[in-house]
């Protein structure tokens, strides 16, 4: 293929292949259109005839050749087209089938052509000619594809013109080579965001349009990993050995970036690895797996040793646990996991928790769809070195005979054996340990294939290390350590000189020392940069959208889209409570109910975050070698008050640095709700390097809103207001999350914690003020609080909003006591214990303190009525292919398949200033750039294999049967498909006759793609768009909490009216009326109840909780603690006494 440009006023670029032509120019949105938006990134996209192209204007871009279209990307608000334009074959697991590995690629400017026909060096920058003695400032900007391009020809990714690479050899059909996109695994795909929208063009082609892009190689898979062939020979007869491995890109990233597993059960560093040799008789392939523990965990790269740290409970994890291993075992059947964590105390944890999960999974069952061998690789291989890691062969011994292999009779034309099953092995990292162990199940495996074939004597087994293809084999698991291992760490893997030799020499121990130096470095200094590329390759920086295809049909469908968003998206508010407590250092183990159910079981919140400040003593000592277990007294304390009642909570996430704490805590029943649940933290003491000040911070999506809560310490002294605006400053650019998110993008965000905010008049006067207690006197001292000053101004928490502060300052108390400081420096009392927010969907009901005297500061609470929002993507996907359909047949013009494109607005007003494109082609001029010869590339109808099949099927979970068919001694080729280790059958007779050449490779033969697999869920989902009602079946999702009820007599100490922010000018807001109203003014004020102040709530949702409907009628069982305050006992849960400024 070529690429093409076309100058003028309209840009446009041109991929052309050997009959085609794939046309794309940037669209400038219409503003008038309902979907405009100045930042979405919009392309046309055309399909035509090359022949087509002649006198339309357009010149060769670049001299080299094309060899596949990756897809487009939006950087700096460019729109990019990428490329391939180097690429070296690697690998050919069979005749047919290549395998070429990217060593360059280039990104064309759709809409700038300041960066054609430039050259770069190594930084990205552009050289200048040689006539040039410098370089025009405007020039020398760094193409902003650079990193990129360093990513992506970086020796890792690797892609086929001839077969679905993202497929295994026992899945894909094997009579024909397709580039059919129907049964690609999106997995594996690690060009997807970049292909996003052209997929998405090609599902609304006809077939034949579909064929075309298919065959003329327009559209690229991608993989990441590793590929490689040698050529060796078993006796007399020559043999293709093979590796593919690829990884999954769902929790792609670096070595401390990327650990354990996501809301969406996805682990990282999960690679799928297939081990081929192939013959002019069989075909044999091995499949193996690779993942991180998958549970909630983490490493803290700022430790020489990083501490394992579990993040989420048992009960919050086996949801997550389980549905990892379903989906494993209904693509690839039993698993036999293989762990080779230590038994040491920095991995012990991890083996416990993985052994936990299995045992107690409703799903799992050992023995029929999962097997667990645990395997310290470190204490087996200590005293007698690598090679006694063999003696993981008899723990295994059972799964790899009944897994099998799969093998294929080459001459036959048939398969002979499936793999019923593969081994998931893991260690840490997944690299070194792992790669070894998988070395030995990939030479068992394949040994038992050769002895059932009779292709090697039982001689060889015992010298084996002698043969040439023993050695091979070993130089390509060697190859494949070190590849895996410079994609997630940066270094070659550690043991590869055993693995290529079969014993560890002295400069192979130097060689893995020095990888070790290697990796500590690149972890701490360049893991971010590759990360944040590796995000930006997969779509994943914040607000970064894919490159939308212009198209009319879109455009009506994406408006009627939003007309009809209530019928996929529901809405639901819940409650949230959230404390902030600044423990002062101490440890005791008092009754904290009063701070998280002020009214008692009257009142249960949905989500509970609470901060902690101080949870350890601030001096040097503790400082330095902060004692992390202040946070599991802490855990443990909070889910024994905050699991009383028969509602449970599950603690979701504990992030703690040095003296700052946070705390997650969810309904259980609201789990399913709870997604992408992220840490973080900032040290803003000593200029960054100590954490006595500073933050740690949470993020989830409940549903399909976000959520950020920060916990936070600021600088200290009434006289440093700077230095908390500079430590509000290092926080909010200083915490990341993963996908680049940081604090500011989220739907809904709160500040908590000792903020350290100060009031500014003398402590005399203040103290005189709070004794005296007159009409309004909080208010006027909150006009001398510098927080509120600094929000005012918006020199600090800009758009931040706090609710109206009705309890008297929470610093500074002796001890124990309700007195304020009668120290010597006698501190201002203040308000430094702060909860502060920022969110549209945000309805603060109360804020209060509790009198709790254990420490110089009174705890504070809010709670929160919070909007939340989800969207059922099976139904809006079932609606948006039904008005695809509706428009097609309302406007039949447009979606004509004599031309398939999609057509730009403009690009039709400017066809009526032209003639017919026929006309053009006489005045052709011979002398233009553009080569219209025939171009030799790489298409499906070029390429076949001598294998084929017409019944393979991926493997499905069966239950191991005790006994399986014998083998026909007179029909050598067909050994058993799966084997118990109680079976006597014989073996295939040794092979006769001569060696036959490998044949060349035969016609393809015409394909129907196979139905996707999720074709048939989407075939379900109906929808009536008149009626608007849904014909769809039950869809097996989480169902949101129902939608408030009307509620009931408001009890003593509630009114209708929602706390008003101090920073807001709107007026009490009025909820909605009661079914039995009520009249405020004859309820009690909230002083009457002072001693025990009642956080807000929204009772109406906890009415209208269909659980909670159920307990009131049905006699429930008492709690195991009860209230202290027996005033609560008069309350009742549906609403709470908003506090309002007087």
Not at 137 to 166: M, R, V, W
Not at 972 to 998: F, K, Y
Request: proline share 6%.
């Amino acid at each position: 293929m070529i690429i093409l440009a076309q100058k003028g006023p309209e840009r446009r670029i041109a991929i052309v292949s050997n009959s085609y032509a794939l046309i794309f120019n940037a669209v400038k949105c219409d503003p008038s259109s309902p979907n405009a938006s100045k930042n979405r990134p919009l392309c046309a996209i055309e399909l035509i005839p090359k022949s087509l192209l002649k006198g339309q204007g357009f010149e060769k871009l670049v001299n080299l050749e094309v060899y596949g279209f990756l897809g487009l990307i939006e950087i700096e608000s460019k729109i990019f087209i990428c490329t391939i334009t180097g690429k070296s074959k690697v690998a050919r697991p069979i005749p047919g089938e290549t395998v070429n590995k990217i060593y360059a690629v280039d990104f064309f400017c759709l809409n700038d052509e300041r960066w054609d026909f430039v050259e770069f060096d190594s930084n990205g920058y552009p050289i200048p000619a040689s006539d040039e003695d410098s370089i025009s400032p405007q020039s020398a900007i760094k193409h902003p594809c650079h990193e990129l391009k360093k990513l992506l020809s970086n020796g890792s990714f690797y892609y086929s013109s001839d077969f679905d690479l993202t497929s295994l050899l026992q899945y894909r059909r094997l009579d024909a080579h397709s580039l059919s996109f129907d049964d690609f695994q999106e997995e594996f795909m690690w060009n997807s965001f970049l292909m996003q929208e052209i997929i998405s063009f090609r599902d609304k082609l006809d077939d034949s349009a579909r064929q075309v892009l298919d065959d003329e190689g327009f559209l690229t898979t991608v993989i990441r990993g590793f590929a490689e062939t040698f050529q060796t020979y078993i006796g007399a007869l020559p043999v293709w050995l093979t590796i593919i491995s690829k990884q999954s890109w769902k929790r792609a990233g670096t070595r401390f970036n990327a650990r354990g597993i996501d809301d969406e059960s996805n682990v990282a560093n999960f690679v799928e690895t297939e081990f081929i040799m192939y013959s002019s008789d069989y075909c044999y392939s091995f499949t193996e797996l690779r993942g991180s523990v998958p549970v909630f965990w983490e490493q803290d790269t700022s430790l020489i040793n990083p501490k394992v740290q579990i993040t989420r409970s048992i009960e919050a994890t086996q949801p997550v646990f389980d549905e990892h291993f379903q989906r494993l075992i209904d693509k690839y059947g039993p698993i036999h996991v293989v762990n080779l964590l230590s038994t040491k105390f920095s991995e012990m944890e991890l083996t416990r928790r993985y052994r936990a999960h299995i045992e107690h999974s409703n799903y799992l069952n050992i023995g029929d769809n999962i097997y667990l061998t645990e395997f310290d690789f470190h204490r087996e291989t200590k005293d007698q070195g690598f090679s006694a890691a063999s003696r993981i062969r008899p723990m295994i011994e059972k799964s790899l005979l009944e897994n099998g292999y799969f093998s294929y009779d080459v001459k036959e034309g048939k398969p002979i054996s499936k793999q019923r099953g593969v081994f998931r092995v893991n260690c840490l990292d997944c690299l070194d340990r792992t790669n070894l162990v998988q070395q030995f199940l990939s030479r068992y495996a394949f040994l038992l294939f050769l002895q059932d074939f009779q292709l090697v004597k039982s001689s060889v087994v015992s010298n084996m290390e002698d043969y040439e293809w023993f050695q091979k084999h070993n130089n390509l698991w060697a190859d494949h350590g070190d590849a895996v291992s410079q994609i997630y760490t940066g270094t070659n893997a550690l043991k590869s000189s055993f693995s290529r030799k079969g014993k560890m020499s002295l400069a192979g121990a130097l060689s893995d020392a020095t990888k070790s130096v290697s990796r500590m470095y690149i972890n701490n200094f360049m893991d971010k940069g590759k990360q944040q590329n590796i995000d930006t390759l997969l779509g994943r920086l914040p607000h970064q959208q894919p490159v939308q295809l212009f198209d009319p049909i879109n455009e009506y469908v994406t408006s009627k889209l939003e007309t009809l968003s209530s019928k996929f998206t529901k809405s639901a508010k819940i409650n949230l409570l959230v404390g902030s407590f600044n423990v002062n250092g101490l440890t005791k183990n008092v009754d904290i109910t009063d701070w998280l159910f002020p009214i008692g079981d009257k009142y249960l919140p949905d989500v509970v975050v609470l901060g902690m400040q101080e949870v350890i003593e601030l001096n040097a000592g503790s400082i330095l070698n902060a004692d992390y277990s202040k946070s599991t007294f802490w855990q443990q304390l909070v889910n024994k008050h905050l699991n009383q009642y028969e509602e449970k909570y599950l603690l979701l996430r504990a992030e703690q640095m040095s003296s700052l704490l946070i705390l997650f805590f969810v309904k259980s029943s609201n789990v399913q709700h709870i997604k992408r649940v992220e840490g973080g933290s900032k040290k803003t003491g000593f200029g960054g390097i100590t954490g006595n000040k500073g933050a740690v911070a949470i993020r989830f999506e409940y549903g399909d809103t976000s959520f950020c809560f920060v916990n936070c310490h600021l600088a200290a002294g009434i006289s440093n207001v700077e230095e908390r605006r500079s430590d509000y400053e290092s926080i909010t650019k200083g915490i990341n999350f993963t996908r680049s998110k940081k604090i500011p993008h989220h739907d809904s965000i709160f500040w908590l914690g000792d903020l350290n905010y100060r009031v500014t008049l003398p402590n005399d006067e203040t103290r005189k003020r709070l004794s005296a207690k007159k009409a309004g006197y909080i208010e006027d001292l909150l006009n001398f609080d510098q927080l509120t000053q600094e929000m005012n101004s918006g020199m600090s928490f800009k758009g931040f909003m706090e609710p109206s502060i009705q309890f008297c300052p929470t610093y500074k108390y002796d001890h124990g006591t309700n007195r304020y400081d009668s120290s010597e420096k006698a501190r201002t009392p203040s308000w430094t214990d702060r909860i502060i927010y920022k969110g549209k969907n945000i309805q603060p009901m109360a804020y209060g303190d509790v009198a709790l005297c254990l420490s110089d500061h009174r705890p504070v609470y809010s709670a929160y009525k919070t909007d939340v929002c989800f969207v059922d993507e099976a139904i809006k996907l079932s609606l948006t292919k039904q008005l695809y359909l509706k428009y097609k047949e309302t406007h039949p013009d447009r979606s004509s398949n004599t031309t398939v494109a999609l057509i730009d607005v403009e690009m039709e007003k400017a066809s009526t200033k032209s003639n017919t494109l026929e006309n053009s082609l006489n005045n052709w001029n011979d002398n233009n750039l553009l080569e219209l010869d025939p171009i030799d590339t790489v298409s499906s109808s070029n390429s076949s294999s001598p294998l084929s099949t017409t019944n393979s099927q991926p493997m499905k979970p069966i239950r191991k049967a005790s006994s399986s068919p014998s083998i026909n001694q007179k029909a050598p080729r067909v050994p058993p498909s799966s084997r118990s280790t109680n079976s006597s059958a014989g073996l295939p007779s040794p092979l006769s006759g001569n060696m036959e050449p490998i044949k060349s490779p035969l016609p393809l033969k015409p394909r129907v793609p196979p139905p996707r697999q999720n074709s048939a869920r989407q075939s379900e989902i109906a929808f009536d768009l008149n009626s608007g009602k849904s014909k769809s079946p039950a869809i097996n999702k989480p169902v949101p909490p129902p939608a408030p009820a009307r509620r009931g007599t408001l009890p003593p100490g509630f009114s209708d009216t929602i706390l008003v922010p101090k920073t807001s000018s709107t007026s009490p807001m009025p909820m909605t009326k009661t079914s039995s109203p009520q009249s405020t003014s004859n309820s009690p004020s909230i002083n009457s109840i002072r001693a025990s102040p009642i956080p807000a709530t929204s009772g109406s949702e906890n009415a209208s909780d269909p659980q909670a409907s159920a307990k009131a009628q049905t006699s429930s069982k008492a709690p195991t603690l009860t209230p202290k305050n027996n005033e609560l006992e008069k309350l009742m849960m549906n609403s709470w006494k908003p506090l309002t400024p007087n």
